[in-house]
């Protein structure tokens, strides 16, 4: 498995137990969104970011000289798993374990990996304008609101919006052809 190390930018993703759901209403979106800004903002800078039901991704890069990034990861599962088993009167693990890492070494799949991640909810038949999803990324980036996502880091990397927002429409026509990949 791959170690989280402080400097290195990394797509982190995990599901539900047995692909099950990790997220069961509206109000759970917005806790795991808050405990993202509690744990992880703090030790990185995050660029992308798509939850859906049984799965999250995150584009970010860890903070040069932090000691042991994983701890805060897993503050955030423990804490979010916590919280929904005594919401919902369940008990053991909510996700599966450990959480995926893949560590970025490429710019282009980088730039790839953020528009990708923005069309997960199109992947997975949530919303027919990826747009519009709310607990996405993307809005967040275009509208400049930067509450989790530095969102002028991210426009730089595509120069500028309207390449940004180009870059997602040509690729939400590659998923329609079934040619969507990495």
Known sequence: ????????????????????????????????LKL???????????????LIPNHFHLV?????????PSQAFSNLMNAYTKAINKRYNRSGSLFQKPFKRIRIEKENYFLNLIVYIHLNPLKHNLNTHFEKYKYLSYSEIVNNINQL?????????????ENFIAVHK????NLEDNTLSL
């Open 170 to 173: 040509l690729k939400t026509h």
């Open 149 to 161: 996502v530095d969102s002028n880091k991210v426009i730089d990397l595509f120069n500028d919006k």
């Open 60 to 68: 970010l890069k860890v903070n040069d000289k932090v000691e042991n």
């Open 36 to 50: 993202l800004g509690k744990y992880i903002k703090p030790i990185s800078n995050i660029y992308a970011y798509c």
């Open 1 to 32: 498995m791959e170690k989280l190390e402080s400097g290195h930018y990394y797509h982190l993703y995990n599901r539900g137990n047995n692909k099950k759901d990790i997220f069961f209403d509206l109000g759970n979106y917005d806790y795991f």
